[in-house]
């Protein structure tokens, strides 16, 4: 799978274009600026199909509608963090950004274990929660690729300390993602990428699980 990395909108978070079969893709996270990520398309040729939603905060959605109106791509999230589509204040919009808000209120809801396809690929979604009750990691198991959103990251982990945010809710998450089998690469939601094995061996937060 030929994945692109581009960061969006007011805080840089990484939104991932990933190829799906000739001339298709889909995004995960469009967190702002959504003429870059259209003109990227355009300019590689390809058709946007799905958006998939590690969670429903501004800085990985604040895009979505535009691209959304612009592709006609399917939008997926978690039920749990839907309302924060069409919410300012519970995506906390209203709190951090200074760009207008655009709600998103056509979407698709996704729940713990369904598997999105797309082309040649399929994404399981694994509910992740602790730093938003509906946080998602997307995990291409033939690829051995995750997409963790705001989960994980390289030796660190989201804030739990927002609203709908919960630390024993996150270890439960990062407990799920150290007992996967093997190694993954994992695209988190900022900074840069990383794998499973170097996070089991190498992330504070996991420190406790390696017995």
Aim: hydrophobic share 35%; aromatic share 10%; charged share 20%.
């Amino acid at each position: 799978m030929l994945i692109k990395t581009l960061q969006l909108g007011e805080l840089n978070s990484n939104c991932y274009i990933a190829v799906t079969a000739p001339g298709q893709c889909i995004a995960v996270d469009v967190g702002g600026s959504p003429r870059l990520l259209l003109e990227y398309l355009k300019m590689n040729r390809l058709d946007l199909t799905k958006i998939l939603l590690t969670h429903g905060h501004f800085d990985h959605m604040g895009g979505v509608e535009a691209v959304r109106k612009a592709t006609g791509a399917e939008v997926f999230v978690h039920e749990s963090d839907a309302p924060m589509l069409e919410s300012s204040a519970l995506s906390l919009h209203s709190a951090i950004s200074i760009m207008p808000f655009e709600s998103v209120t056509n979407y698709e809801i996704i729940r713990d274990n369904c598997i999105i396809h797309d082309g040649d690929c399929s994404f399981r979604v694994l509910h992740t929660p602790g730093h938003s009750h509906g946080s998602v990691c997307y995990v291409c198991d033939d690829e051995r690729i995750i997409f963790s959103g705001d989960t994980l990251f390289c030796c660190s982990v989201g804030r739990t300390d927002f609203p709908g945010g919960d630390p024993h809710y996150m270890m439960q998450s990062l407990q799920t993602l150290y007992d996967l089998d093997g190694d993954y690469k994992v695209y988190p939601g900022h900074n840069e990428f990383t794998t499973l094995e170097y996070e089991r061996k190498n992330n504070p937060y996991m420190k406790s699980f390696r017995g």
